[in-house]
């Protein structure tokens, strides 16, 4: 049943294309300016430079993609916007999780569910984001799990270095 789904979305008209009768939602009508979309990445960028971003400059209706929880700016704007977690909350809550590949299968939502006619960078590029990603979690190494026995105790594991 999801594959049927995806085909018929995939076959649909492009929101700016002239076949396309219901756009963002079907709120414009086909031949409206702002029934194009385009993906603004805002990864990585200081409140300043973020808050500045949704200032009308794109031509088009723009969805943002931020990496920042505070949604205020995009809510008091009523702009559209998509999110995904920072780095360091990665590293900070599921290191071994395969992030690169969660993100690059949002990544393909999120173009197949606004379909952009383009895709901006005001922050880091989103293919250097998922790659960024990859590099942090490199590194990770799983904690060691090492039995430790106490007499007429059943087996505990503990992490090396914790008590």
């Given at each position: 049943?999801?594959?049927?789904?995806?085909?018929?979305?995939?076959?649909?008209?492009?929101?700016?294309?002239?076949?396309?009768?219901?756009?963002?939602?079907?709120?414009?009508?086909?031949?409206?300016?702002?029934?194009?979309?385009?993906?603004?990445?805002?990864?990585?960028?200081?409140?300043?430079?973020?808050?500045?971003?949704?200032?009308?400059?794109?031509?088009?209706?723009?969805?943002?993609?931020?990496?920042?929880?505070?949604?205020?700016?995009?809510?008091?704007?009523?702009?559209?916007?998509?999110?995904?977690?920072?780095?360091?909350?990665?590293?900070?809550?599921?290191?071994?999780?395969?992030?690169?590949?969660?993100?690059?299968?949002?990544?393909?939502?999120?173009?197949?569910?606004?379909?952009?006619?383009?895709?901006?960078?005001?922050?880091?590029?989103?293919?250097?984001?998922?790659?960024?990603?990859?590099?942090a979690h490199a590194g990770y190494q799983p904690p060691q799990f090492v039995a430790a026995r106490h007499v007429g105790m059943p087996v505990t594991y503990m992490v090396d270095g914790s008590q």
């Amino acid at each position: 049943m999801f594959q049927l789904i995806s085909e018929e979305v995939r076959d649909m008209p492009l929101p700016h294309e002239p076949g396309n009768k219901a756009n963002i939602g079907g709120m414009l009508p086909a031949g409206e300016a702002r029934a194009k979309i385009v993906l603004v990445s805002l990864l990585e960028l200081v409140d300043a430079d973020r808050r500045s971003a949704p200032d009308g400059r794109f031509g088009a209706t723009p969805v943002f993609v931020t990496d920042n929880p505070d949604f205020s700016i995009f809510v008091a704007g009523r702009h559209l916007y998509e999110y995904f977690p920072p780095i360091q909350d990665q590293l900070a809550h599921e290191p071994g999780r395969d992030w690169a590949a969660y993100l690059v299968r949002r990544l393909r939502i999120i173009l197949d569910k606004w379909r952009p006619v383009t895709v901006a960078s005001m922050g880091t590029d989103l293919h250097a984001f998922v790659e960024k990603v990859r590099l942090a979690h490199a590194g990770y190494q799983p904690p060691q799990f090492v039995a430790a026995r106490h007499v007429g105790m059943p087996v505990t594991y503990m992490v090396d270095g914790s008590q």
